[in-house]
């Protein structure tokens, strides 16, 4: 039986064309790029034309681009320059973040380096923008805003401009988590308040260990890992040439498909939803699946019962790949803190299922009979 893979916001497949591109550096073109012989410049070489093809897709400066092992060491680095390097002495954040983000503010927080405020969250799983408003005017402190342009659970994406904007009118340095929409939407970084975004390429079928983030050029800080001076002396390490040189082509190919891929791929989602309200009673879709959302993700939340609870583990049997709620947090089995967040209903049963342009509507019509029989 064919395996169903919709857990896209987990990690997707690696698309054939970048392991293509990747592959000259895997065998061939193997030179460290801090060498200065022929072999080391080629691949300098691979890695500023993937900076120059990322920087010039989110309409940033190539020299605002850093190369990173991924979404998590991105925030990282963010997020404790702006409390170390940018004079933040406040971080409001919200309880529904990623847990690279989460974790990282508790630990600035009780490591007594930053205050810590959460913004609330709306029942539809939005921030309640005049919260984070009154929590900027209130605080003596200078703030880091850190919040995710798109949840990776529930799929609720924030106004980036509108927060930006607060951010500027209360002087706050503000740091985004677009992990789940970099390779998704359009960005126009220049016409963008923001001061760090981040990406990974594993989500948008590029290769796992490479990420970027975006370091606004107005905005100096120092290093989160020492050592070399490779990355303009950003981040030490040898470069992961050929994560590095999938990563561009990753995003390259997903800008160019971008509308029609987007079109398919909500066509899906949309779909799914439309069946499983028709074949399943009592099933709910958490955060604001119709309104200002992911076109990857749909939230489901089934009415429990002595089936549902084996849920995940019945599709899993039957070669069908979801998530509880993120890929991160599923091997804890806490359940998730972002459901918990915005739905505290214990007699349901939360599943993320999320799409990309590999998946079919035969495919939603193959989990859903699934569902109807396990349910």
């Known amino acids: 039986m064919k395996r169903i893979y919709f857990d896209n916001a987990a990690t997707t497949a690696l698309d054939p064309l970048v392991l293509e591109a990747m592959m ?12 200065i ?35 998590t060491e991105s ?52 921030i309640d923008m005049e919260d984070l408003e009154n929590i900027l005017a209130a605080s003596k402190e200078k703030c880091l805003v850190t919040l995710m342009h798109a949840n990776n659970e529930i799929g609720n994406m924030i106004d980036i401009h509108a927060v930006g904007n607060l951010c500027k009118k209360y002087n706050a340095i503000f740091h985004s988590d677009t992990v789940q929409t970099v ?81 398919h791929i909500k066509g899906i989602k949309l779909y799914m939803m439309e069946q499983l309200k028709k074949h399943i009673k009592g099933v709910s879709f958490n955060g604001d699946p119709l309104g200002s959302s992911l076109y990857t993700v749909l939230s489901v ?32 089995d806490a359940g998730s803190h972002v459901i ?5 209903n214990p007699n349901q049963v939360t599943v993320r299922f999320s799409f990309s342009k590999n998946n079919t509507k035969e495919e939603v019509d193959t989990v859903v009979a699934k569902l109807v029989e396990v349910i």
């Open 24 to 35: 000259p550096y895997l065998t061939q073109q193997f030179g460290n790029p801090s060498s």
């Open 340 to 344: 918990r967040s915005i739905n505290h």
């Open 75 to 126: 925030s990282n680095t963010a997020i404790t320059a702006a409390i170390r390097d940018l004079g933040c002495k406040h971080i409001i954040s919200s309880p529904i973040e990623h847990h690279a983000t989460l974790h990282t503010v508790e630990h600035l927080y009780q490591a007594g380096e930053a205050a810590l405020s959460y913004v609330k969250i709306l029942p539809n799983g939005h």
């Open 183 to 263: 390779g998704h939407f359009p960005f126009d970084l220049r016409n963008t308040p923001v001061h760090f975004i981040t990406g990974a390429g594993h989500k948008f079928h590029g290769p796992k260990g490479v990420g970027i983030l975006y370091i606004n050029e107005n905005v100096r800080i120092k290093p989160f890992i020492n050592g070399g001076s490779q990355e303009r002396n950003m981040r030490a390490g040898t470069e992961n040439l050929y994560g590095i040189v999938g990563f561009g082509k990753a995003l390259e190919l997903a800008t160019t498909h971008h509308e029609a891929d987007a079109a």
């Open 37 to 71: 012989y022929s072999y080391g410049r080629e691949s300098r070489m691979g890695i500023e034309a993937a900076r120059k093809s990322v920087a010039k897709i989110l309409n940033a400066h190539p020299a605002e681009i850093f190369f990173t092992s991924g979404g």
């Open 301 to 332: 939340s089934f009415p429990k019962s002595e089936k549902s609870e084996m849920l995940l583990f019945n599709l899993d049997i039957n070669h069908i790949c979801a998530s509880g709620g993120s890929a991160c947090t599923s091997g804890a």
